[in-house]
């Protein structure tokens, strides 16, 4: 069985929504073989669009035309205002029937809501993108979405990919004063909601038994967000001073965490 381990420093920033939303460290994401390059914050929303739907066994063409869609809408940023009462990745409009401002502003939340609304489209899967996206956001320009198809496939594709080093990012992390096992306990909760059954160990380290690339790529992308230092899965380690590198027997050993200087 592969694990995914992850190695915390510095002080966590966990995305919430809402006024407890901590502010997120700032970097950059590059995606391997392409000239798709995101900031941090555009590429933890990424990978929890993609995680959504991995979690409901969505396949990949779900998560291209998801992230195709908020690239439209909110240039892949959890936005508190819009047009009229639109809010979130989406551009989600309470008064619509989509969900109070709070659940809409919850990237898990509105990703969810746009799978939904996605499923319902007769021929999702092989429409044309901008035609099945404008089906269920009902857009003032609905040839719009057409244009981020391109990055809906990288990014979603490096995301998905069942493999190392598709994706790798670097960013500042930011100090804090919270106790460590407030942090842990948030990076856990961040985990178990988007990625998997999250098992804390000794020292901090954070295990994640079962979960492969998808996974892993997850952390990586979240990684400023979360404030992590390292992920190893299967023989392969990024970190986040060398970013992605083989390390020959650390595939089901847990890290440890550590603080930032």
Known sequence: MLVLAVLLIGGLAVWRGGDDAAPMATGTCTVTGSDVSVTTEQAAHAATIAAVARSRGLP????????????QESRLRNLDYGDRDSLGLFQQRPSQGWGSPEQVQDPVYSAGKFFDGLVEVPGWETGRLTDIAQAVQRS??????QQWEPLGQALGGALLADGPGTLS??????AT???MDQRVAAVADAVRREAGPAEVG???ALTVPGEGWPAAHWAVASAARLQLDRVSLDGWRWTLDDGWA????TGGRPLRLELAG
């Open 60 to 71: 990949p063409r779900a998560t291209v035309i998801a992230l195709a869609t908020a690239q």
């Open 177 to 179: 004063d919270n106790p």
């Open 246 to 249: 083989e390390a020959p027997g």
């Open 169 to 174: 990012c670097s960013y500042e992390p930011t």
């Open 202 to 204: 000794v020292g901090g």
């Open 140 to 145: 003032g320009f609905p040839e719009a979405y």
